[in-house]
T-cell receptor
């Protein structure tokens, strides 16, 4: 079974600075998908960024980028120019290729606080 | 607007009183799933459905039931709620063949007293 580990329960960063959230996972699959979801105080789960394992290039979405290291099974999220609105819980998630049940397997989350 | 609609947003109930949390999606997604979120545990899958009349258990199915009579709806039923089912619940849907991740509902905060 796949597992996802987020080793930082809480982090804080000054506004406008850069922060990196860590995520490691364990799988025997060669092809899969990785995601970062943001959960602000509103509770809504918002997709931040996704990465397909067969793609070498790291995904980027505006101020959000990932460092995907397939061999190391590592998938960290970098937030540049942090803003107060980035304060949220961040979940790393794994999904194997669609075949039967393809649940998103989540880490336990990292609570990020952006400080003015 | 493409979305997953969950109701109610908040619910307080007493032990043993049957309740249903509704979930509906307007994206024609085949795959739907229920998760519960608890502090320090992340999100865990309760049940899932790959299409109409096809449902199966996830990781934490005890005490829950689901049904999928129509493609768009996937209600979560608690026949006899207990305090350990106090949690934040999410319904989610996705295209089965895609790797786009899930679209989530806005969550239901359930308290069982």
């Amino acid at each position: 079974a796949q597992t996802v580990t987020q080793s930082q329960p809480e982090m804080s960063v000054q506004e406008a600075e850069t922060v990196t959230l860590s995520c490691t996972y364990d799988t025997s699959e060669n092809n899969y998908y990785l995601f970062w979801y943001k959960q602000p105080p509103s509770r809504q789960m918002i997709l931040v960024i996704r990465q397909e394992a067969y793609k070498q290039q790291n995904a980027t979405e505006n101020r959000f980028s990932v460092n995907f290291q397939k061999a190391a099974k590592s998938f960290s999220l970098k937030i540049s120019d942090s803003q107060l609105g980035d304060t949220a819980m961040y979940f790393c998630a794994f999904m194997k290729p669609p075949s039967g049940n393809t649940p998103l397997v989540f880490g336990k989350g990292t609570r990020l606080s952006v400080i003015a | 607007e493409a979305q997953v609609t969950q109701n109610p947003r908040y619910l307080i109930t007493v032990t043993g009183k049957k309740l249903t949390v509704t979930c509906s999606q307007n994206m024609n997604h085949e795959y739907m799933s229920w998760y519960r979120q608890d502090p320090g545990l992340g999100l865990r899958q309760i049940y899932y459905s790959m299409n109409v009349e096809v449902t199966d258990k996830g990781d934490v199915p005890e005490g829950y039931k689901v049904s999928r009579k129509e493609k768009r709806n996937f209600p979560l039923i608690l026949e006899s709620p207990s305090p350990n089912q106090t949690s934040l619940y999410f319904c989610a849907s996705s295209l089965w063949v895609g790797g786009d991740g899930y679209t989530f509902g806005s969550g239901t905060r359930l308290t069982v007293v």
